[in-house]
């Protein structure tokens, strides 16, 4: 649960300023002291006695009658609501805003009862309401409109500021419940610079001790558990610092209630069971006596605690008390706290086994989260019309769609089996919809990161109804992989041809930029006073970006709608213009207890599905292969190598004989080098010679793609006019030490001289012509400038991945210069901020391919950086690489390239070559050779074969010119004379 929006405290602020003060001006003096009378008495006693609050309300709705003031009979109206609302008394506050608005709205003549005195009162009010409801989105319409009539006004006076402080709360609350947890917190810190700017205005000191409730669910709805505990636990202290100078805890009530909710939540998660109850009990003691409207959620949260417990006959016995509670004080109206209870209480019955009572319950949370569906049918579902809370829907889907196939698992009964399918379809479609209004590459991860589990048991349906599905289950794993790499590539594209003035793209390009060098000085931002003050200047330029954007939807519609559509690619379509003969595509997929292996080829007419185990420990084998090859543990290495091959690759061989394998990894397979995977045991006991090893390599072609649907995008031909030679970089770099030297040149992960980089660069453009950079040439600044003119793109040098941050992996330029005045590293985070869609990268350094793993998504490199600017193929490397032998590699490569090979076979083939050359066994061990990986687009590049042939005849050419040119001359020069 979040918090309670509808607090005392943050009505009055609200309400206060906008009520008094019209009034006054509207009133005879007498009746204004009678005004105060009657407000002072109903606020006093609202939280404890509403109806009496009531009272006091009608005497002012009659004098206002009496007198023909509308505005009186208006403000009575609006605060009835405000006492409503604070008891959670939701249909009494809808009808309390309607009755008000009406008489606000009624013309006498040509005149309103001007209805704008009280607009920003009945924003927030309707606001409020249609949060409890669960509709966020309308909840946003009138908070924003409040921001929006205060922000326009000429000069904000010190009421402004503080409402202002309060609107950018719920609205944060709203894009938080919404999964926007970057722009909540990029909101709550609004609050704080209205709060900073109030604290000016009226020479108080400046208060940021509210924060911290509002901070603490969004970093809990992140994962960062701490963070958010720490700060419940010193809100919750305020608190009872005030209720103990006040002596009246009654005015604390809401926030404290609320805010142990979260606290519990906390301890749950952490498992502290124990913790949790006692905060909730604790809490009780907040309630007022009697049916206090707070104990639905009270009940609620105790409810999970006795679910986590295993005490479901109790928890299901909470749960139905907090759905009586909460349907009261909605007056029957649905909303998503009910459904919420609904959802749980399914859960408590599912876990006694009661599967069919359980989806009854979901059912019921349906209901509750669909303005338009009634039907209790369990396989009938909402459409997605008119729906509350889209992440309760998703979860509700989820849940009634689980517990429709155990039933028939348990039963055989296909009805229960398609209504299953039809149920989590409409699940993963409203993902869709929600990723596409996501606005932060952060939120969009989270969410994709926590839909995951129901994209793996939509594909574990759609095997089991085989046949036709088996397309279904392959399109759904590729809805999970790579969606943001594809979304920013498909951006990039779609700006490329907008019919948009140049220096409007280029106006966006700038803003965007800065947008993300503001996101990386706020990551690492720990004072608070310059965290405000960077999520000011973030949000001043996300609204100039919004105006831009709004511009180019004008011009360009449904711009922002083809930006984030998501064409994923179909089964046909990757078998017929996208594998070509002797190719195979091969999809994994893993979750929990399975691994799903989709294959795709030419000659199949539809996708093959294999399902294999997976348990933490072929987790554990994935992950450890490669240190095992890095440390040369050949026993483990020996054994891992093999039992991989037989449970992933094997069982494809078996289908498929393709020469040509496209790995599209998942998750921790993104660390392995399936070119040395073993295809049969090796006895570890004998002496081995590596070179003879049963590698995987000999026998298949292996290159990588990040999906099927991106190798697709990858694989289109687009122009670049221009932009069709090679660029190579050989970066030098300083000494640091003469006795380390001959230690370091073996290897490229230490920023020190390499000794082999430049002949390997020499070697290459000597072969393939193009541009040749090192020294100063190959400084950071000086490649920023020139590669944006390349095609293709070779960096022979360092790199570093950063685990922790992967936006701070670098690649090194030449550091010889002053480093301070002159940057020599390029770090991911600036590479998004370039377009360089480059036929080829080849990132001959080390580390470039590795970093950490966000599920769906794959690992997060200096690669993906580089496909994420528009490279078309990038050949990249697991770990770091030793600088002789690589350069001996990629001078191979460079040469079957010019053959014509497949940028695949090329590098295939050079690691081939490489084994068989090497002088001793120690040397053909893949430590040498593994690391590199091709990925993307591996059609042929355009290098012109052999070109010292073309030199020769060239020159050959210009000779013979030269010598009929002599003779001619000659022959007149005589023929004059004569």
Known sequence: MFFQLRQRELYLVVCIFFLQQPLSAFSPPNDSLLIEHYLKQADAIAA????????????????????????????????????????????????????????????????KCAPDTFSVQRNSLWGDYYYELGNFDKSLEFYSAIEKEILNRSELEAEDLELLKHTYLYIAVNNSKKANYDAAIEYCFQSVHYEKLYAQKTNTKASYNYIEKYLGPIYQAKGDLQSAKQCYIRYLNRLDSLSDVSGDKWRTKGSYITTAHDLASVYR????????????????????????????????????????????????????????????????????????????????????????????????????????????????????????????????????????????????????????????????????????????????????????????????????LGGPFSEKAFELAEKSKAVLLYEAIQKARIDENLNAPPDTLEKMQQIQRKLREKREQISEEKDLDRLQELANEQTQLKRRLDQVVAGLEKANPNYTRFRSQLNIISGPTLRAEVLKPGQALVEYFIHDQHAYIFITAPNRNQVITLQKDWNARWSEIAFTLKEDILQERNDAYFRKANALYEHLVKPVLDITSADHLI??????????????????????????????????????????????????????????????????????????????????????????????????????????????????????????????????????????????????????????????????????????????????????????????????????????AFAYNGAQS?????????????????????????????????????????????????????????????????????????????????????????????????RVQLSAHT
């Open 48 to 111: 404890e006695d509403l109806e009496r609050a009531y009272q006091f309300m009608d005497s002012l709705i009659a004098l206002g009658e009496k007198t023909g003031n509308c505005h009186i009979i208006s403000k009575a109206l609006l605060e009835k609501a405000i006492y409503a609302g604070l008891q959670l008394r939701l249909d009494q506050s809808a009808q309390f805003l309607k009755e008000a608005e009406k008489v606000m709205f009624t013309q006498t003549g040509d005149i």
């Open 663 to 864: 790995i599209i990894p998942d998750g921790e397979l993104w660390y392995v080098p399936f070119d040395a995977l073993l295809t049969s045991a090796v006895n570890s006991d004998q002496d081995v010679d590596v070179r003879k090893l049963p590698y995987l390599l000999w026998d298949k072609t292996i290159s990588f793609g990040f999906s099927a649907t991106l190798q697709y995008e990858m694989s289109r031909v687009h122009e670049n006019p221009g932009n069709t030679g090679l660029q190579v970089y050989a970066p030098t770099y300083r000494d640091r030490s003469r006795l380390k030297l001959l230690a370091l040149t073996n290897n490229r992960s230490t920023i020190d001289t390499l000794l082999y980089n430049i002949p390997e660069a020499q070697a290459i453009t000597q072969m393939c012509g193009g541009q040749y950079f090192t020294g100063e040439q190959a400084s950071r600044s000086n490649s920023i400038q020139h590669i944006p003119r390349a095609g293709y793109l070779h960096i022979a040098g360092h790199a570093k991945a950063d685990l922790s941050d992967p936006n701070y992996s670098f690649i090194a330029f030449s550091n010889t210069g002053d480093t301070l005045q002159m940057p020599y590293k390029l770090y991911v985070h600036e590479l998004y901020n370039q377009r360089w869609p480059l036929k080829m990268v080849v990132l001959s350094a080390c580390e470039t391919g590795t970093g950490p793993v966000w599920k769906g998504e794959g690992v997060i490199s200096l690669a993906r």
């Open 269 to 464: 998660k952490q498992n502290r069971l124990d913790s949790a109850e006692w905060i909730l009990k604790r809490s009780l003691s907040y309630h007022l006596p009697g049916n206090d409207p707070f104990l639905g959620k009270t009940y609620f949260q105790i409810g999970l605690v006795l679910l986590d417990k295993n005490d479901y006959r109790e928890a299901a016995q909470y749960f139905r008390r907090a759905i009586g509670v909460q349907q009261k004080n909605s007056g029957g109206e649905k909303g998503y706290q009910v459904a919420r209870s609904y959802i749980k209480l399914g859960d408590a019955r599912a876990e006694q086994g009661n599967l069919l009572p359980a989806v009854h319950e979901y059912q019921s949370a349906l209901i509750n989260l669909s303005e338009d569906f009634d039907q209790t049918d369990i396989l009938a579902n909402p459409k997605l019309n008119y729906i509350k809370s889209p992440k309760d829907l998703v979860t509700a889907l989820d849940k009634k769609s689980r517990a429709l196939f155990k039933i028939y698992q348990k039963q055989a009964d296909n009805q229960y089996l398609n209504g299953a399918w039809n149920t989590i379809s409409l699940a993963i479609d409203l993902i869709d919809t929600i990723r596409v209004y996501h606005s932060s590459e952060e939120d969009k991860k989270f969410l994709l990161e926590n839909s995951y589990a129901i994209y793996a048991h939509a594909i574990a349906l759609a095997t089991e």
């Open 874 to 970: 990038i050949i990249t490397t697991l770990w770091s690489i030793d600088d002789k032998h690589t350069s001996n590699l990629m001078v191979d490569f460079y040469a079957n390239l010019q053959k014509g090979q497949l940028k695949s076979e090329a590098l295939a083939n050079a690691k081939r070559q490489f084994i068989k050359d090497a002088p001793e066994s120690h040397r053909g061990h893949p430590l040498y050779w593994a690391a590199f990986m091709p990925i993307g687009n591996m059609e042929p590049v355009g290098f012109s074969p052999y070109p010292w042939k073309w030199l020769l005849a060239g020159g050959l050419l210009l000779i013979v010119l030269a010598g009929i040119w002599g003779y001619y001359r000659r």
